[in-house]
Structures are given as C-alpha cells and as structure tokens.
C-alpha cells in the first residue's frame, strides 16, 4: 500500500483538528516505513496510541464544549478504536508480527472516520466557535487544562 497522502476531502474546516489527523496519517505512513523493525515499530506503535488518544481527548473536549448531541456515541467509537489498537499492542509486545494489520487497519478506521463521524461534527463546531483558528486557540487555552493539551500545542510544559 502506498503512503496515505492528505486531501481536502479529508478537511473537517477546522485547522486545528486537521492538522492532528495528519499527524496521525503520518504515524500510520511510518509504521509502513518500519514494517519488519520491531525497535521502531515499538516506538511508532507508543506514538501512535499517545497521539492518537490525545486527539480523541482534544475533540471530545471541543464537542462536549459545543454540546453537540451526538457525543455520547461519537466517544464509544473512539473508545473502541483505542481498544481495538492497545490489543493490536498486546499482540506485536507477544511476539506476533501485526505491523500490516495495525497499519491497514490504521488507516481504514482513521479515513473511514474521519469522513464521516468527524466529518459529522464540523458544522456544529464551525457554528459555536467560528473558523478562525486564532479564535479557537484562544478558546482553547482556558478550558483546555490537561496534559495532553502541552504535548499538542507546545503550551510549554511537557
Ligand atoms: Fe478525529
Ligand atoms: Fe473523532
């Protein structure tokens, strides 16, 4: 499979959350580039999960923030994803070779979602904060207390 590459068919309109999704699009495209190395793929596999489980906290935080009414189910999915891809890390610590899988199934599961349950929320998003990045940041600051949110915005704590 080639490397994922972004296009605007992927935007959510909402700069910030696009550029985390192809964050994550680039860690799916590493993992291919390290299929075989255990060592790195251990350490793209941690990436992986931390970055990916701070996105879902950051866009749970927005839509809980918006109040959009679909919340409750849009967190299931994510919390099945993350268990989905912490078995996937079970097995490789086990010794099994899941480089492809994980990967394939990386990056079906993040476009598959991306185009339609994030997809889903955009408007509601746009509607309540507006697009304007530099609104949003500023928004984000004060409510935005976790650790996860120094790691993806360089607040500078780590
Ligand atoms: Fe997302
Ligand atoms: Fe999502």
Redesign the pocket.
């Known amino acids: 499979m080639a490397h994922v590459e972004w296009t605007n068919a992927l935007s ?1 309109g909402i700069e910030a ?1 696009d550029n ?2 192809k964050r ?1 699009i680039e860690y799916a495209n590493k993992l291919q580039d390290n299929l075989g190395d255990r060592h790195a793929m251990a350490e793209v596999l941690e990436d992986t999960i931390e970055y990916t489980e701070s ?2 906290g950051f ?1 749970e935080t927005l839509l809980e923030e918006a109040e959009y009414p679909y919340l409750k189910v849009h967190r299931r999915i ?1 919390d099945l994803f993350i268990r989905r891809i912490e078995e996937y890390k079970k097995r490789f610590l086990n010794g099994e070779d899941i480089g492809k899988e994980l990967h394939d199934s990386l990056v079906h599961w ?1 476009i598959k ?2 185009k339609s ?2 997809a889903n929320y955009s408007a509601c998003l746009i509607a309540k904060f507006g697009k304007e990045e530099a609104e949003m940041a500023e928004k984000k600051k004060i409510w935005l207390k976790k650790s996860w949110f120094a790691r993806l915005f360089g607040d500078g704590a780590h």
Do not use: T
Request: hydrophobic content about 45%.
């Open positions: 959510v959350i985390q999704h994550i996105h879902f866009e994510h993040l979602h991306i349950e994030d």
